[in-house]
């Protein structure tokens, strides 16, 4: 499980950042974050983040 852990919380942060900057973006309406563009820098970062965990994750079981 101790190895696991960065590869799910990459995973919905990615999936969040995503989610955030096409809001942000105004591709998915609806919601309060529609249309703002802290949404679609925010977002991104949070994506990439989210990737990088993913990568972390897998280095690791790995080793």
């Given at each position: 499980m101790k190895r696991t852990w960065p590869i799910v919380l990459g995973v919905i942060l990615a999936?969040?950042?995503?989610?955030?900057?096409?809001?942000?973006?105004?591709?998915?309406?609806?919601?309060?974050?529609?249309?703002?563009?802290f949404w679609a820098v925010v977002g991104p970062i949070v994506l990439v983040v989210g990737i990088v965990l993913?990568?972390?994750?897998i280095a690791r079981r790995k080793g």
């Open positions: 999936v969040l950042g995503g989610i955030w900057t096409l809001q942000g973006l105004n591709v998915l309406g609806g919601s309060a974050m529609s249309g703002s563009s993913i990568g972390v994750g």
